[in-house]
């Protein structure tokens, strides 16, 4: 072959090489266009099981979020804007209540299957205590309001529920996808009447409403989650965004044509990250703020890489049967697994799940799931009465409704008759702290019952009568406005003026003073905020707190009281250390130039789990008590001489010896429970101490 043919062969084959690399690439291009055109996606469900798995890893084996649930939030978006842009494609018009009812009859029969069988074990594995707590959440979860009712209690310094994790508190992202499963409906309802109306295009006017809800709600979420990240996680409007950016995949995914091999490496890359994603963020902590971008942009990359037909496609794994089935019980699985998990650390007494009981959990989990699915689920769903009129399928969501809904409103009703009942607590059947008294001499009835009941307990905290008068009303700040409690003098004009100032230890012992209060006719005063020391010099790293703080110092200096009672101490849990509360020492010094007397009382000793709790499951059981010496430390650290004179003429009461016998700081004393959580005394045994700080009172100041 001469050299000019050779070149021409050569060339030719070039064209034919680039011919075929062309049409290739079309091809590549024409598949990403069916993605978005397929009706039944097998890589999304694929995705499906693979969030729900990282979300039953990283809770039982690793104690941690995954990242797992916003995929699950970003995927629903998607795949709700196809249905609902296709029905308006083809002109089919959506009946916004049959929607409703056909979605809600889809996810509410497991929903309501899983609380009932929480509600049923929880009668018998729950504290008294918690069951209160449990029931507001049942109620919640069948309301689809369960991250409100957390959101709430994240920062609720007196939630009676801290020390347990809740059976039923995963259902919060459902709740906040049945609430965008209410509110996309009618974004895509309204845009479509616009969009009719104006002659304008319905997928921009879809894009432009989705990228405002994106922009606004990231935003929003960013700055709260900076600012207050325990209420973000739980919020709806910060993880609106997350669902707008499923929405937005879904209307652009048609113009996203790619080269098959772009969308082979996009789909690894994607599968990769969003495993990686738990490892590497602190999603608990991070989230729902920028840090959410990464679950949820990898679950996009998987998405937009769809079905590639290559063999080295992530689409290939995601599509497998073992992968598909674990997909379609992914709804069962995320039900069911954190109860089982919730439920067996309890039933072991443990924190965490160790390889064993965490595989026990897992087969349990995944048994469930799928017998749910085929018993309930499915069974349901090929049922076809719901779909023949409207009222057929509310009448089943009805049904399935009152099949939680009138259990728990007996439970709920019992409950609030035994908390609603008045604590009749007796000085001769409940003596309380009176017993540690040396001089004592038992008169109890036998079989006297405990108080508070058990109910009651974790709600017993102490209030004053009422808020502050015209003439004591503190002048500046909403806060401290609102948070002044006031007992009147009982008769005349107040022998003084006492001010309650600190956290909520500070507010426990309120009950110990009340009595001593009404006897010398003072005016008592209360100005304390949970978890927030009296420090108005010190700042204690809390900006709400020392804003406070600041207004509370000058309410002080206002009002002018001849005595201040507050905290001297805090207590470790679980430990005889203590330290002084936070800014007493230069708190004392600036009090002492104003010529205010201050009463510091040592904190009482804390514990890491609630010995009232424990008692009230186990009855007398050693291990529902604490040693004294475990707990408290010899000297309280007021009296160490580094402090010599800068404590000033602060004079200061230790109770502890009226909290713990001289061996023991028992759950229950003189038929009283003395906790209502890890750290603070119920009122009524708070109450009960009364006898003790009168005199020790007296002693101090000579009254």
């Known amino acids: 072959m001469t050299m000019p043919q050779q070149n021409f062969s050569e060339s030719l084959m070039s064209r034919r090489q680039e011919s075929l690399a062309r049409e290739r690439r079309r091809a590549g291009a024409d598949a990403a266009v069916k993605n978005h055109e397929r009706s039944f996606r097998p890589e999304i469900q694929g995705l499906r099981a693979l969030a729900v798995l990282m979300v039953v890893t990283y809770h039982v084996w690793m104690g941690r979020v995954s990242g797992g649930v916003d995929v699950f939030l970003f995927i629903s978006a998607f795949l709700m804007t196809l249905q609902f842009v296709r029905k308006h494609d083809r002109g089919v018009r959506t009946n916004l209540l049959r929607h409703y009812l056909h979605v809600f009859w889809r996810l509410l029969p497991l929903a309501a299957l899983v609380i009932l069988a929480v509600l049923i074990v929880g009668r018998f594995l729950y504290p008294a205590t918690q069951w209160g707590g449990l029931l507001t959440q049942a109620w919640s979860s069948l309301l689809y309001a369960e991250n409100w009712t957390l959101k709430a209690l994240a920062v609720d310094y007196y939630a009676d529920n801290h020390a347990l994790a809740s059976p039923l508190q995963h259902f919060w992202s ?29 997928r921009k006017l879809l894009a432009f409403v989705f990228g405002a809800v994106l922009l606004l709600s990231l935003t929003f979420s960013i700055w709260y989650t900076a600012t207050s990240q325990a209420e973000a996680y739980f919020d709806t409007f910060a993880r609106l965004w997350e669902f707008a950016l499923g929405s937005l995949l879904a209307l652009g995914l048609k113009h996203l044509a790619l080269p098959v091999m772009v969308r082979v490496v996009l789909g690894w890359a994607g599968v990769v990250a969003m495993l990686a994603c738990g490892f590497v963020i602190d999603v608990q902590g991070a989230f729902p703020g920028v840090a ?36 379609g019980n992914s709804y069962a699985l995320y039900l069911w697994h954190w109860p089982a998990l919730v439920f067996a650390l309890m039933v072991r ?250 009463l510091g009382i040592r904190d009482n000793p804390r514990s890491a789990r609630n010995l ?14 604490l040693e004294r010496s475990s707990v408290v430390a010899p000297e309280p650290v007021y009296e160490d001489e580094k402090y010599g004179e800068s404590l000033g003429s602060v004079k200061f009461m230790d109770l502890t010896d009226r909290i713990c016998t001289t061996s023991a700081c028992p759950p229950k004393v003189g038929n009283i429970w003395v906790y209502l959580d890890e750290n603070h005394l119920t009122g009524t045994y708070a109450a009960s101490l009364a006898p003790a700080f009168e005199q020790r009172y007296g002693a101090l100041f000579g009254s």
Request: hydrophobic share 40%.
């Open 174 to 202: 459902l709740s906040i996808q049945g609430q965008v499963f209410i509110l996309w409906p009618l974004i895509f309802l309204v845009s479509s009447g616009i969009a009719r109306a104006r002659g304008i295009g319905y």
């Open 612 to 625: 009232s709790t424990c008692a009230i499951a186990k009855g007398d059981d050693p291990s529902c008590s």
């Open 349 to 598: 007494e443990r924190e965490n799940a160790d390889g064993k009981l965490g595989f026990a959990v897992v087969v349990l989990s995944l048994a469930l799931a799928y017998a749910s699915t085929w018993l309930v689920e499915k069974r349901l769903r090929t049922w076809s009465w719901p779909d023949l009129r409207g009222r057929n399928a509310l009448a089943a969501c009805a049904a399935v409704v009152a099949l939680v809904s009138a259990p728990l409103g007996y439970w709920q009703l019992n409950h609030n008759a035994k908390v609603s009942a008045p604590i009749s607590a007796t000085e001769r059947d409940n003596p309380g702290a009176r017993t540690l008294d040396p001089d004592y001499v038992a008169r109890s009835s036998p079989g006297a019952p405990v108080m508070p009941p058990a109910e009651k307990v974790a709600t017993d905290w102490v209030s004053l009568d009422g808020p502050c008068p015209e003439e004591l009303k503190p002048k500046g700040g909403k806060e401290v406005v609102e948070r002044c409690g006031f007992q009147a003098p009982p008769s005349g004009e107040a022998s003084k003026t006492v001010m309650m100032l600190g956290h909520s230890h500070a507010e426990q012992f309120m009950a110990a003073v009340k009595p001593l209060a009404a006897q010398e006719n003072w005016n008592l005063i209360a100005q304390q905020k949970g978890g927030c020391a009296f420090s108005p010099v010190e700042a204690t790293g809390d900006k709400a707190c020392d804003e406070y703080n600041r207004d509370v110092w000058s309410y002080v200096q206002q009002v002018k009281p001849d005595l201040v009672i507050t905290m001297a101490t805090q207590s470790v849990p679980d430990s005889p250390r203590e330290e002084l509360s936070a800014g007493f020492e230069s708190m004392a010094q600036e009090l002492d130039k104003l010529g205010i007397e201050v």
């Open 292 to 327: 959410a971008l990464w679950p949820t942009l990898s679950a996009a990359a998987v998405i937009v890489a769809g079905w590639t037909g290559s063999p080295f496609g992530v689409d290939r794994i995601l599509s497998s049967k073992p992968l598909l089935s674990l997909g």
